[in-house]
């Protein structure tokens, strides 16, 4: 199995910036589609990003695009989620999330990935 270690959350005022990794162990990371998905309070699991295994690829939620990065280092199996210009919504658990393989649209769909790490609580106040 492939185990997943997140790290870099926090409290952050609205317009802040953050940088989440996550840390994979007990796979072959470049072959590993790697996302981002977080849960506010209430609420279901929401993708946030995704990236493909030699990082040429990637996807994000309409509603993060132009504010976050995702990005990875396959040298250190690490996937990063940079966060700018964050704002009070943008409040939730992250998790960190890996396959070995997606359909067309399966980069978005929590059903299509086979791993997750713990989560990590990230709060932005206004």
């Known amino acids: 199995q492939v185990n997943l270690v997140e790290s870099g959350g926090g409290l952050v005022q609205a317009g802040g910036s953050l940088r989440l990794s996550c840390a994979a162990s007990g796979g072959t990371f470049s072959r590993l589609v790697m996302g981002w998905f977080r849960q506010a309070p209430g609420k279901e699991r929401e993708f946030v990003a995704a990236i493909g295994w030699s990082g040429g690829s990637t996807w994000y939620a309409d509603s993060v695009k132009g504010r976050f990065t995702i990005s990875r280092d396959n040298a250190k199996n690490t996937v990063y989620l940079q966060m700018n210009s964050l704002k009070p919504e943008d409040t939730a658990v992250y998790y960190c999330?890996?396959?070995?393989?997606?359909?067309?649209?399966?980069?978005?769909?929590?059903?299509?990935?086979?791993?997750w790490g713990q989560g990590t609580q990230v709060t932005v106040s206004s």
């Open positions: 999330a890996a396959t070995r393989s997606v359909s067309t649209t399966g980069w978005a769909l929590l059903a299509e990935y086979d791993y």
